[in-house]
């Protein structure tokens, strides 16, 4: 019976093992199928998730669309995401426990009995006539055999040995599943052996992912992002990739732009330039201020992170202010020669403008920003014909401990039209805005002189002849002038570039003589400009004049202080037409802050009586010789003012017209003043019978009344 059991406990080892074998076969077919699939998928998704169709497809299916990254959020670009390979490992190892209890386990439990076994090996042996079954049976410790014959027993097992002796029960095995097995498991072996062999690193790769290890998928094209973080607000970006292994020339990358809450956007990537063993490519995008992050693919290559561009402000001047500083021979605000200048702020001087600069002058310019400042340069413009020049940059005299406030100096010229300023931060950005203002020069005139009425008014305001109506005493320029007389010379001069001193131009018409019968040099001379050596217009300098204490106001009018005819009553009354104040500079209306001598005036009692005049000579026809005047002679005179501008050959300012006074007898002059004087009286009659007039229309309407 030992031998019979022996074989079917061979039988039943060999059938778990072909259950076994079947069952791990099958387990083991799927299992390196699905592996394949997760591989494959693995693949697919780190070489094709990122790409421009891809995502084009999961927006048009609105569920799957892609959600767009926040800002400064770090983004895997174009690998597979851990969650689908923990999805597809965790599937797998669940799938690979239900193959196993399916194919194996379940199986392995399921596998025939010794008795199962003995009834199979009676249905193919037909000699054992259900001996065998019966002799397994009771020859069990647990057997109950009571009642039973045991000499029956032991002949029943007796011949169910000698018939297992005759017979090999291991020849009832069905081997067939051993073949299905190997022809299950043995293509897929294949495959994969021949994946391993061609690809080994991919595969070892890919095997690992869905083991979950941290192993990226290898590539033959590398990509390292070369592209600087910081750009100025509004610049065109360039995204620059160093890039190493396979590329060419021709190699056309693809670049996914997402700027901050707007939609992504993609650019080519293109070659650039070759550097040692790689080379750079680069994408230029357009003029945007919204900071974005960026991916790139190329080949097989892509970025496992997404890099970020952020957008900042180039420097900007929040304000500009300019200061004419005025030159130094107008004066100081101490009045030494190298005191502080004069500065003056015109119109448009807080946005950083000048107007009227005086020729010498210089320009201060402060400027504030919106960020601290490495360089500052100021660039001052001059007309050069029809194009602009640009002179040397002119670095900052002051700079604040913010590096955001700078100032600088510059000297005009005759032909500066204005200034540009140039600034970088520390990034090295430059200002987007120009930052530019105008400079307008003061036209490089001579001084303005007029004229003023002749008047014999009183200088004191406070005077009964200096009280009155100023109509009253004016004589426009029709004061006569009599032999031996005076010509009041009464003017008033200004300028931007300050007074500097005056003189009188006069030359002498002698009557009856024709204007082209005087010298050749007097007809080619109509006006002192164009005798400026004075050869027919003599030059009479009129003096500075010293103002002696209790002299009172200058009164510009009449040329006089008011205390300058003081004492001149009664028998000295006829002084007052000899009392002169040649040239007097004013004063600074705001000392310290407006330089003094920017107007001038005077009046000058011009005396006639040493005067002479060029005549023909009678005796020599052709020459000329020189004469006393006489009743009826032209007196010409002009102003002639020059500024303080040093600088040589300066133009000096004349009066706009001569006055011209004709010599005349002593009684016609005092005729013409008497017929004046009723004039007068009659003008001031007037002018009192008005002031009644427009006096009673205020009254009230009872006065009216009463009257």
């Known amino acids: ?332 605000r101490t009045g030494e020669p190298n005191g502080p200048r004069f500065e003056r702020r015109t119109e448009g001087g807080q946005r950083g403008e000048v107007v009227d600069a005086l020729p010498g002058s210089s320009v201060r310019v402060v400027g504030t920003f919106s960020k601290p400042l490495t360089r500052a340069v100021l660039i001052p413009v001059e007309r050069d014909g029809p194009r602009e020049r640009f002179l040397n940059p002119v670095e900052p005299r002051a700079k604040s401990d913010d590096r955001m406030r700078l100032g600088w100096e510059f000297d005009t010229t005759p032909k500066t039209i204005g200034y540009k300023l140039e600034v970088a931060d520390d990034r090295g950005f430059v200002n987007a805005v120009p930052i530019r203002r105008n400079v307008r020069m003061l036209d490089d005139k001579p001084p303005s002189v007029v004229f003023l009425p002749e008047s014999t008014r009183h200088p004191d305001p406070k005077d009964f002849e200096g009280a009155g109506d100023a109509r009253v005493y004016e004589w426009g320029d029709k004061l006569p002038l009599a032999e031996g007389g005076r010509v009041m010379v009464l003017y008033h001069a200004r300028s931007e570039q300050a007074i500097g001193r005056a003189a009188v131009r006069y030359r002498v018409l002698p009557k009856g003589v024709p204007f082209d019968q005087l010298p050749a040099e007097w007809q080619k001379v109509n006006h002192p400009a164009d005798d400026p050596e004075a050869k027919v217009f003599a030059r009479l300098l009129l003096k500075p004049a010293e103002v002696p204490k209790g002299s009172g106001a200058f009164v510009p009018d009449l040329g006089l202080f008011e205390r300058s005819w003081d004492g001149l009553t009664g028998l000295k009354r006829g002084d007052r037409m000899k009392k002169s104040v040649e040239f007097y500079a004013l004063p600074s209306t705001a000392p310290g802050v407006e330089p003094a001598a920017l107007e001038a005036g005077g009046r000058y009692m011009f005396e006639i009586d040493g005067l002479t005049k060029l005549v023909p000579d009678k005796d020599h026809p052709g020459k000329f010789v020189s004469a006393k005047l006489d009743l009826g002679d032209t007196v010409e005179l002009y102003v002639e003012v020059y500024d303080k501008n040093p600088a040589p050959n300066r133009a000096p300012g004349f009066t706009r017209e001569a006055r011209r006074k004709i010599v005349v007898s002593g009684d016609d002059a005092a005729a013409a003043i008497r017929l004046r004087d009723e004039q007068n009286k009659r003008l001031q009659d007037k002018l009192r019978d008005l002031a009644a007039d427009q006096a009673g229309v205020f009254k009230p309407r009872e006065e009216k009344d009463k009257k």
Request: proline fraction near 5%; aromatic fraction near 12%; hydrophobic fraction near 45%.
């Open 1 to 332: 019976m030992t031998h019979v059991l022996t074989q079917l406990n061979r039988w039943r080892l060999m059938e778990r093992a072909i259950r076994f074998l079947w069952g791990g076969a099958r387990v083991l077919a799927v299992a390196l199928t699905v592996l394949a699939v997760a591989c494959l998928l693995d693949y697919l998704v780190d070489r094709y998730r990122g790409s421009e169709s891809w995502r084009a497809f999961l927006r048009a299916t609105w569920v799957f669309a892609p959600k767009p990254a926040e800002p400064g959020e770090s983004w895997a670009t174009d690998v597979t995401p851990f969650w689908f390979r923990f999805l597809m490992s965790t599937g797998q190892a669940a799938l690979l426990a239900w193959l196993a209890w399916v194919f194996v386990i379940r199986p392995l439990r399921r596998t025939p009995k010794v008795d199962d076994l003995a009834g199979r090996a009676e249905k193919a042996i037909p000699e054992f006539d259900h001996r065998l079954v019966t002799a397994v049976q009771l020859n069990r410790r647990d057997a109950r055999t009571q009642g039973m014959s045991q000499h029956l027993i032991g002949e029943v097992t007796r011949e169910a040995g000698e018939i297992a002796s005759k017979h090999n029960l291991l020849s009832l095995v069905e081997y067939r599943r051993v073949g299905y097995a190997a022809l299950v498991a043995l293509p897929v072996l294949a495959l994969w052996g021949l994946f391993f062999a061609l690809k080994p690193a991919l595969a070892g790769a890919l095997v690992q992912r869905q083991l979950l290890l941290d192993v990226e998928v290898p590539r033959t094209t590398f990509l390292e992002n070369r592209t600087q973080d910081v750009w100025p607000t509004g610049a065109e970006v360039d995204v620059r990739y160093f890039v190493t292994g396979e590329w060419s020339e021709a190699a056309v990358g693809r670049l996914r732009v997402q700027p901050d809450g707007q939609p992504e956007e993609y650019y080519d990537l293109k070659f650039e330039r070759a550097e040692g063993a790689g080379a750079y490519f680069v994408a230029k995008l357009p003029a945007s201020s919204t900071d974005f992050g960026f991916a790139a693919r190329l080949v097989n290559g892509r970025t496992r992170e997404a890099g970020f561009v952020r957008f900042e402000a180039p420097p900007q001047a929040q304000e500009v202010e300019a200061w004419q500083l005025l030159p130094r021979f107008v004066g100081t």
